[in-house]
Structures are given as C-alpha cells and as structure tokens.
C-alpha cells in the first residue's frame, strides 16, 4: 500500500491541530461535536452484523467493533481527566495503553451496544459538565506523564471533538470503500 494512501486511512481528517487563540465560539462548536456523536456512531453500526463489525477499517488497524469499544473507554478516560483537572492543581494524569486495552478479550467480542450506551452516558455527563465551565475553568490543566507537557482543558475539548470524529470517519470511510448500504 502507497504509504501517503496509508496515511490517509489512519487520519482520513486529518491531525489534530491547536489554534492558536481558543475562542468561546470554537469551545462550544466542538462541545457540540461531543454532544452528537454518540448518536452519528450509534445510527453508523448500531444494526450491523457481527461480519463488519469483525471488520479491520484499514489494512493491520482495528476492526470497527475496536474502535467502538475504543472510543468509549477513551472517552471515559478523557472525561476523568476533566474531573481532575478541575478538582486538583495541574494532576499528572494516568495514561494507558489504548492498543493493549483494544487488544482485550472484550473489545475483541463485545457487543458494540454496550459500548454505544456507555458512550451515549459519559457523553451526556461530559456535555453538561463542559457546558457549565468558565474561563477559569477552561484554563485549567493536567500534565501527561508521557513527555510531561500540560493539556490545558479548553485544547482538551478540541482534542476530544477530534478524536470522535476521526475514529467517526474511520468507520464512514470503511463503509463507503465497501458499498455497504
């Protein structure tokens, strides 16, 4: 496989890139972003069989049962990160090996709806915790114990919007290289 084509299955939207000035309209169009996503990954797969589930989304990557399971204990993670964040001073966070963890029996062979009402839960306690933060709050951080750099909660936001939608696209772009209706 062409290696630029490669690269284009792994971040078909691209990278995640910080602006430079986090304005409050930016802040609420990805909290929006959050909001939706669970139900854009539900009416995705939520009626699929086991058969595309088992799927790969790329060549040597996970299948979409994986990044289902994936996303919701990502985002459970990321959500606790908040939580921190607002109630301790600049926390070191505990990171986790998301390949191990997509590696496990159960993100193997769940069924995905456990992990589609589980990230449907997280998100809307997520959501509405964000939705209630100040300046002050959005300015907060918590530093990743990999490279020791600190995550200020307003970028973290944007990551987490990110995130959702380019493992969304992961999936969306398997279903159309497939022809799946």
Do not use: C
């Not at 690269?7 to 169009?29: C, T, W």
């Not at 306690?125 to 307003?154: C, I, N, Q, W, Y």
Request: negative net charge; charged residues 25%.
């Amino acid at each position: 496989m062409n290696p630029s084509n490669l690269e284009a299955l792994k971040y078909p939207i691209g990278h995640f890139e910080v602006p430079d000035a986090i304005e409050p309209v930016q802040i609420s169009r990805w909290i929006d972003a959050l909001e939706v996503l669970p139900g854009q990954v539900r009416s995705l797969v939520g009626t699929w069989s086991d058969a595309r589930l088992d799927t790969p989304y790329r060549p040597g990557g996970w299948t979409v049962r994986q990044v289902v399971h994936h996303l919701s204990d990502s985002h459970h993670n990321s959500y606790i990160r908040f939580k921190w964040a607002l109630t301790e001073d600049s926390p070191v966070i505990k990171a986790y090996d998301e390949k191990a963890w997509a590696g496990l029996f159960d993100s193997r062979k769940a069924p995905v709806a456990l992990s589609l009402d589980h990230l449907q839960a997280v998100h809307a306690k997520l959501v509405f915790l964000l939705r209630g933060l100040g300046p002050e709050d959005l300015g907060r951080s918590f530093v990743h114990p990999e490279g020791m750099s600190a995550t200020r909660l307003d970028e973290n936001i944007g990551r987490y919007a990110w995130h959702g939608n380019h493992h969304l696209a992961h999936i969306q772009n398997l279903k159309e290289r497939e022809g799946w209706l």
